[in-house]
C-alpha cells in the first residue's frame, strides 16, 4: 500500500505540474482577427477624434505643459532641457534616437502583441485587455487635459530633435504630422507600452536576457522621449501610473467576470492519465 500511495504521490506532482503548464494553453482559443481589427479602428477614431479638438486646445495645452514644467523645477526633476540640448548637438545620434523614438513605439508593441495572438491566446486575451484599457484611460486625460510637449515650448530654449534630424516616419513634419494629436504629452503612451511589453515579456519568458532586454526597453524609451523633447518626467510617470490602473482593472473587475472553465480542467487531467482520474480516491487508497 505504501508503494501505491508513493506513486500517487509522484503521479499528483506530475499532474500539478503538467496541468499548471499547459492548461491555459489548451483551454485558450485564439480571437477572431477581425474582432481584433475593429478593435484598432475604434481606438483609432477615438484618438482621431479628439485630434481634431488640438486647434481649439492649443492655449489650454501649452498653458498645461508650463505648469508641469513649473511644478517639475519646483521639484528638482527637470532634466528636459539639457538632455535636449545635448541630443541636438549630437547630429547622427539624435537621429538614430528620433528613428528609435518614432519607430520602435509601434513595430514593438504592435510585432509583441501580433505574436501573442497567433501563439500564446492564453496571454494574449488579458494582455490585451490591459493594453486597450491604457489608451483609453489615456485618451480621456488628452480629452480633459491637454498638454503640450516640449517641444513647443521654443522660448524656454528646447527644439524639436525629431524634426530637425528628418527622422523616418517623422509625426512631426509633412502629411504625418495632421494624423497625430501634437497635444497629447499627458500622459506618455510611449512609456506605458513600452511597460506594457515588459510585462508581455516577462510572463513570455524566464529567461534571463529576454528579462533583462524587457526591463532595458522602457530605460531606453523614457530617455528617448525626455531626450527629443517630446515628454517630461511627470509624462513618463502618468504613463506607469496609468498601464498599472489598466492592470488593476484587468485583474480586479475583467477577470472576474470570465465564465468558470472547470469542464476544461476536468479534461485536462483526464486526458493526462487515463482511467486513473475516473477512480475514486478510496479505490486508489486500497490498492
Not at 96 to 122: K, P, Q
Not at 259 to 271: D, E, I, M, Q
Amino acid at each position: 500500500m505504501s508503494s501505491a500511495v508513493s506513486i500517487d504521490g509522484s503521479t499528483g506532482s506530475a499532474v500539478s505540474a503538467a496541468s499548471a503548464a499547459g492548461l491555459s494553453r489548451v483551454q485558450a482559443t485564439r480571437t477572431r482577427w477581425w474582432v481584433e481589427a475593429l478593435v484598432i479602428v475604434w481606438l483609432c477614431w477615438v484618438y482621431d477624434a479628439i485630434t481634431n479638438l488640438a486647434p481649439l486646445r492649443l492655449g489650454a495645452a501649452l498653458s498645461h505643459a508650463e505648469g508641469v514644467l513649473g511644478l517639475e523645477r519646483s521639484l528638482g526633476i527637470d532634466p528636459e532641457l539639457r538632455l535636449d540640448r545635448w541630443l541636438a548637438s549630437h547630429h547622427t545620434l539624435g537621429l538614430v534616437v528620433s528613428d528609435y523614438y518614432d519607430n520602435a513605439h509601434f513595430v514593438v508593441t504592435l510585432g509583441l502583441l501580433g505574436w501573442l495572438w497567433w501563439r500564446r491566446a492564453d496571454l494574449y486575451r488579458p494582455l490585451r485587455n490591459v493594453l486597450v484599457l491604457t489608451n483609453v484611460i489615456a485618451f480621456v486625460v488628452f480629452w480633459l487635459y491637454p498638454v503640450a510637449p516640449p517641444r513647443m515650448l521654443t522660448h524656454d530654449g528646447f527644439s524639436d530633435i525629431v524634426a530637425s534630424t528628418h527622422a523616418l516616419g517623422s509625426w512631426h513634419t509633412g502629411a504625418l504630422a495632421s494624423a497625430a494629436n501634437q497635444l497629447a504629452a499627458m500622459p506618455s503612451l510611449h512609456m506605458a507600452w513600452a511597460a506594457w511589453c515588459t510585462v508581455a515579456l516577462w510572463r513570455l519568458s524566464r529567461s534571463l536576457w529576454v528579462r533583462g532586454l524587457a526591463l532595458l526597453y522602457p530605460c531606453m524609451t523614457a530617455l528617448a522621449v525626455l531626450a527629443t523633447g517630446n515628454h517630461y518626467v511627470l509624462d513618463v510617470l502618468a504613463g506607469l501610473v496609468t498601464l498599472a490602473v489598466a492592470m488593476l482593472i484587468e485583474a480586479t473587475i475583467l477577470r472576474k467576470i470570465r465564465p468558470p472553465r472547470v469542464a476544461h480542467v476536468t479534461n485536462l487531467l483526464r486526458s493526462l492519465i487515463p482511467g486513473r482520474l475516473s477512480e475514486s480516491p478510496q479505490t486508489v487508497h486500497k490498492r
